[in-house]
C-alpha cells in the first residue's frame, strides 16, 4: 500500500547539502545551474572518494622522549612531558624541557605541522564516514531496486496548519554509483523529469487545484533542476 510521507525527516534516508562534509580533495558537488548546464560534459552531481589516513609526521630526535604515548592519534593533543628524573652522582636530580632551547624550538616546529596533519586527518575522518552512509545506501539501493528510488529535492514546504508537513517540493530521481577500483562512489543525473509533490500539495487546506496544475505543467515545460541554483528559486517563489 502507497503511504504518503509528508516529512522528509521520516523517508528511508536524508541528507542535506549542509551535511555533506567540506573536503574539496574528496568531494565535489556539481550544481545543475541553468547558466553551467550547456558545459557541462557527464551527468555527475556529486562525487566522494574514500581517502585513506596520513601518517603522523615523525617527531625530531632532539624531543622523541619527551612526547606522551598516542601522538599519531589524531583526536589527541601533542603534548609533551614537561619534566624528568634521572641519578647523578648517586643524586635524583630533575631536568625541564624547556631547559634546552633546541628541544623547545623543535616542539613548536613539529607541534604546528602535527595540527595541520591532525586538523586533515579530522576532514578525512568526516569524508569516511560520509563514504560509508552512501556506501550503504548503495548496498541497500541495490537490494530493493524496484520498491526504493533515489531522489534530490529542492523547495521545503511547511504548513503553518499542519506540523507534519515539511517536505521538498521539487523532486528529480537520480542514480547512485560506486566504483570499485577507484573506490569513489557517484551519485548520477537521470532522464527522468522533475517532478512536483503535488500529492503533498493535496493534504494542504485552501490549494488552489487549478494552480497546483499551472505548476505543474510549468515545471514540465522548464525542466526546474533540483540543483538549479538559479531559476529554481525563482521558480519556487
Known amino acids: 500500500k502507497y503511504s504518503l510521507v509528508t516529512n522528509v525527516d521520516k523517508q528511508l534516508w536524508t541528507c542535506f547539502l549542509k551535511d555533506i562534509p567540506d573536503d574539496p580533495a574528496n568531494i565535489t558537488l556539481h550544481y545543475r545551474d541553468r547558466v553551467e548546464e550547456e558545459s557541462t560534459a557527464d551527468n555527475c552531481l556529486l562525487e566522494v572518494h574514500k581517502p585513506e589516513f596520513q601518517q603522523c609526521p615523525p617527531p625530531p630526535e632532539a624531543i622523541r622522549k619527551w612526547l606522551v604515548d598516542g601522538l599519531d592519534i589524531f583526536a589527541n593533543n601533542a ?87 515539511n517536505h521538498p517540493l521539487i523532486l528529480k530521481r537520480i542514480q547512485l554509483d560506486f566504483d570499485a577500483d577507484a573506490n569513489t562512489i557517484h551519485i548520477n543525473d ?17 490549494v488552489n487545484r487549478s494552480v497546483v496544475k499551472s505548476l505543474m505543467d510549468e515545471l514540465y515545460d522548464n525542466f526546474y533542476h533540483p540543483l538549479d541554483r538559479n531559476e529554481t528559486p525563482d521558480f519556487l517563489k
Open 79 to 165: 603534548e609533551r612531558i614537561e619534566s624528568k628524573e634521572f641519578e647523578k652522582n648517586k643524586e635524583i636530580q630533575v631536568e625541564r624541557f624547556d631547559a634546552v632551547l633546541e628541544r623547545v624550538l623543535a616542539f613548536e616546529v613539529w607541534q604546528d605541522a602535527r595540527t595541520a596533519w591532525a586538523e586533515r586527518q579530522k576532514r578525512i575522518y568526516q569524508t569516511r564516514k560520509f563514504f560509508t552512509r552512501l556506501y550503504h545506501l548503495y548496498i541497500d539501493l541495490d537490494k530493493d531496486s524496484e520498491s526504493i528510488e533515489l531522489m534530490v529535492g529542492e523547495g521545503i514546504l511547511r504548513d503553518n496548519k499542519n506540523a507534519a508537513i
Open 190 to 206: 537521470t532522464e527522468s523529469e522533475p517532478e512536483l509533490y503535488a500529492s503533498l500539495l493535496q493534504e494542504m487546506d485552501e
